[in-house]
């Protein structure tokens, strides 16, 4: 049972020389079966493995091997036996001084980041407060300290242990298993330039060991290669990883007459109506809305005939609406607005010299504005509501100057133009004291 | 198998005496591939389907949200954070025990965190993961949420890195990245045990693929031990930086009821507290339905009452000082935003939660409570009900009277605000009935590391 000879069986139990030779009943046919039914002339030796019962054992075999001048050996346990750093000669890890330097960099480029974004790429003011202020940058640089710590720290310690290794030699041996459940396992390895199967087998067994197996791999380095449909499979799912980039790469290379592609339009595109344009979305078609039957604006009624339209009980109104009062303050305002918008034509005095018609009349035409204080007017005679609608509606040449005016100047230029008609037609013996006539 | 625990503690009667000094290990490693290998049990079936019926909550709530918008919600002009930012911080929350357990009791040596801690942090990962739902959905537009990362765009522009939300969007992430490779990378040894035990073709290189080949060798587990020695050493800042940075978002306002110095050192506190709740509600039953009462120990469910016995009382400890501060402080908004939050129309919510979270774990100073699985798993839920409320009282009570009248008003919940939070339920579960179906619930390296035959053979020193 010696030879590594025809199957799977032969290298899988091994019974160590010396004790009384008890067969392992190991006789499962686990994950390496499918590997040497054929070929067992093509096999090498890997190494070899013990079993041992206690930690305390694996302890102690793991400093003879090692006192033995081995290097190329390792032990295997369900958990870590406290103590076996130290029998196996095992070198401190230099992976926190690697944290270190992650976590630096992590510190360094996040506050790199966000002075760069914020107080140089794009200095934003935000209330006035500085764009650069270590107090409200210390979060996320503590956050990205901590954040390439913990991947430097993860990544590392896979790069160390040369993890991902889906495959290892003594996975071929059902004892293995019991690497991760109550076995506790040296295995040395061939490639080691002290081995010599038989001496190396004894030193196991003399340290303890309750079992020592040989184990074997293919010796055609390509068989231990990775089956070439998941390297086919890889190449693949590379290949098609690169399509979305490619994509992206060739959209932002070319030109193109068609609109963004909106994969959420969000509010772009929504059914909008502009005043006097066909609308779908409304049944009749159109944009504009009607007023609804029966209904008033807010601030639209106008209900009081008098204030707004001069009318008392269907007749013009003869006095003054009661939200006007008839002071010296309301007249200056009628002033100040006949001046402006009444003035051009009917002029300063109210007599119909205006701008307006003496342009005319140096232009060759032959028009008056009305007089509005001569004794004969009709707008003398005219009461105050018919006055008030004249200048709100227009009448003749005249035009409504409601748009423009609103309703209490209205009333105060009532007020004024009948000032400017009693001034126009008083009596010298009327005047107050002081005043004198021009 | 079935008798593999009496095996180990007879082994565990003579550290090298007893007839098979490894049954130990042997009665652990088959004890916990069994839950993981063997067939799935039936009180699985229900669970689960119970579970994905809430996560079909969720699905439906998002759609819901995506397609009409955040009106959806009792969200208005004046209670802007809701539910939304109440369920962030209440996940967020829960997800802190898991890493405590691993990293800061690793760190002082506390050797019964290794029957709870593998599961403890998978419950933070999927309660990162529920909790990660909400900022993102309470955006409006979450299509755009990528835009929290920085990245050279079309626009020229660049996130606000002096904002506590961007803040919260790296503390999150980096920590959320960390739960998940501090917890993978625990497990490794433990797939390495699956694969070794799997009957199964496919298992054993599903498995096979996922422990990344260990093979348990001394070398290899130097530098591991080292790894996650620098793992949690690296993960006890973060943990408290995490609900720190949530806490900022609040303190760092003007709002009465937020802008104070104590918010920090609360959450952290508070997420502690809910953290170890939920643990307890999740591991009294599981123990039993998977048998690993003896590896899971009574003595380890009370070590958990009494953590939440010292943060619960902080918690309340925190509620005083934060309205003996409102007081103290002379300040009137202060003071009226509490003594509303204390009288005014959420009282009632004022009430659930110092009930729930102050009184309800000190029933844990007695020993027949700690030791009543159902008492432990109804105080546990009531403490989460109560840190739920906690949250939502933060919220919504300081944003109910501001200093407007007009920004004045109350919430109230839509059906689709509860069928969110029903939906994240469903997605923690859903997740933790999956984890504990097909990975090794515990960690079965660290176990067999801290059994007294663990050091069987050595020399006496």
Known sequence: MTTPATDDESHRAETPPPPPPEPSSDGGNGDGSDHGGDAGTDEELHGLLAEFDTPGALIAAARKVKNAGFTEFDCYSPFPVHGIDAAMGIQRTKLPLLVFAGGLAGLFLGTLMQWWMNAYDWPWNVAGKPTWSIPANVPISYETTI?????????????????????????????????????????????????????????????????????????????????????????????????????????????????????????????????????????????????????????????????????????????????????SAVIDRGQERYNIYCAPCHGFDGAGHGIIPERMAMLGGAWEARNLVDRGSVVIKMPNGQLFNTISNGNNTMMGYAAQIPVDDRWAIVLYVRALERSQNAAESELPPGAEVR | MATSSDAASEAGAGPGHGPDPRAAFRGITNDVTRVALGTTPKWWYPAFAVSNLMLLCLVVALYHLFTTGIGVWGNNNVQGWAWDITNFVFWIGIGHAGTLISAVLYLFRQEWRTSINRSAEAMTIFAVAAAGIFPIIHTGRPWFAWWLIPHPNDMGMWPQFRSPLMWDVFAISTYATTSILFWYMGMVPDLATLRDKAKERWKQIAYGLLCLGWRGSARQWHRYERAYLILAALSTPLVLSVHSVVSFDFATSQNPGWHTTILPPYFVAGAIFSGFAMVATLLVPLRYLCGLQHIIKESHIEAMCKIMIATGLMVGGAYGIELFTAWYSGNAAEWFTFRNRILGEYSWAYFMMVSCNVLVPQFFWFKKCRTNPWIVVILSILINVGMWFERFVIIATSLARQALPGMWGYFSPTRWDVLTLIGSFGLFFTLFLLFARFLPIIAIAEVKGVLPEAHAGKDHH
């Open chain 1, 147 to 327: 954040l390439l710590s913990v991947l430097t720290t993860f990544f590392g310690m896979w790069a160390a242990n040369k993890l991902p290794q889906v495959w290892h030699p003594f996975f071929r041996l059902d004892r293995f298993a019991k690497a991760t459940d109550d076995g506790f396992f040296l295995g040395v390895e061939a490639s080691d330039k002290r081995f010599d199967l038989e001496q190396t087998k004894q030193l196991l067994v003399a340290a303890g060991a309750s079992h020592v197996d040989e184990c074997y791999v293919d010796a055609r380095p390509e068989a231990r290669t990775m089956p070439r449909w998941i390297l086919a499979a890889m190449a693949v799912l590379t290949m098609l990883a690169v399509i979305p980039i490619a994509l992206v790469y060739k959209a932002r290379a070319t030109k193109s007459n068609q609109p963004h592609y909106h994969v959420f339009s969000d509010m772009d595109f929504q059914p909008k109506a502009k005043s006097d344009q066909p609308f779908t979305e409304f049944a009749d078609g159109r944009a504009n809305r009607g007023q609804l039957l029966g209904t008033v604006a807010r601030g639209a009624l106008k209900a009081d005939d008098a204030y707004y339209r001069g009318l008392s009980g269907g007749q013009w109104l003869t006095g003054l609406p009661v939200q006007v009062e008839p002071t």
